[in-house]
Each structure stands twice: as structure tokens, then as C-alpha cells.
């Protein structure tokens, strides 16, 4: 996967692009992308979300 504070419109193909974490959809040129970040364990985690609905839907389960 390509480094999540990268810029995603620079050379980034569906195959190596984030996924969204509800939906599953590729984030490539996406001025929608959300992403969340926490600590779990003392690792660093990540999600993804195409929009604002998808992010709320993760939110809520």
C-alpha cells in the first residue's frame, strides 16, 4: 500500500492505492478521502473512507 500521507494523485494505480474500510473502493484521485488514525496496542492504525458517509457508517458500528 502507498503511504497514507502521500499525495495520492502522483503515480499511484488502483493495485497499490488505499482501500476504503466500508465500501472497499479504491482511493485514487479522491478529493472526498477520509482517513482516521489511532493508537491500538502501540502500533499506529489506519482507515480509509471514499466520503464522508462511508466514514460515519464505520463510526456507527
Known amino acids: 500500500m502507498v503511504d497514507p500521507t502521500s499525495d495520492l494523485d502522483e503515480d499511484v494505480d488502483e493495485s497499490n492505492a488505499p482501500r476504503c474500510a466500508v465500501c472497499d473502493r479504491p482511493l485514487v484521485r479522491d478529493p472526498g478521502h477520509r482517513v482516521v488514525t489511532w493508537i491500538d496496542d502501540g502500533r499506529v492504525e489506519t482507515a480509509h473512507f471514499c ?3 462511508c466514514r460515519e457508517s464505520w463510526s456507527e458500528s
Open 51 to 53: 466520503g464522508a458517509s
